[in-house]
């Protein structure tokens, strides 16, 4: 009986601790955001991110400065995890797993970087060692706010 009872004080008291941390989490001023594409044979890509918003300030170029490597997001690195090895992003195989993402933001072109290693806050950074793979892309103008709400 007495573990019965210390069990549901300590699922009540964990509950409470998740649901707390949820709303401070919501309540942040980049606010969590999920993003999951399910691809064909039950693959699926999921990523997190802390969706930055840019409050009369100038982000790329600005406070994100261009050619240093930047967290892709606010708070919390970026990350993204997928259910099924991918074939190949710029040559390199991508295995079931956790993996964060950063980037070396430009005015025309990014390097996506993609790591093995995950949960950090994101700068600074200093996980080279770790990296899977970096992959250039090119930069597109999205409009006046490039997608920054």
């Given amino acids: 009986m007495l573990n019965k009872i210390f069990f549901t004080i300590l699922l009540v008291a964990a509950t409470t601790g998740i649901l707390s941390a949820q709303q401070v989490e919501n309540s942040r001023p980049s606010p969590v955001e999920k993003s999951e594409c399910k691809l064909p044979g039950g693959k699926s890509i999921a990523v997190t991110y802390s969706s930055p918003r840019m409050r009369g300030r100038k982000i790329f170029g600005g406070l994100v400065p261009y050619g240093k490597i930047w967290r892709t997001g606010a708070n919390q690195a970026t990350t993204f995890v997928t259910n099924e090895n991918l074939i190949s ?20 072109n990014w390097i996506l970087i993609i790591n093995k290693h995950t949960g950090e806050w994101g700068i600074p950074y200093k996980y080279e060692s770790e990296e899977l793979a970096r992959v250039p892309m090119s930069a597109t103008t999205m409009g006046e706010h490039g997608g920054l709400g």
């Fill in 89 to 108: 992003v710029a040559g390199t195989n991508i295995p079931a797993g956790s993996y964060t993402i950063s980037t070396i933001p430009d005015s025309h």
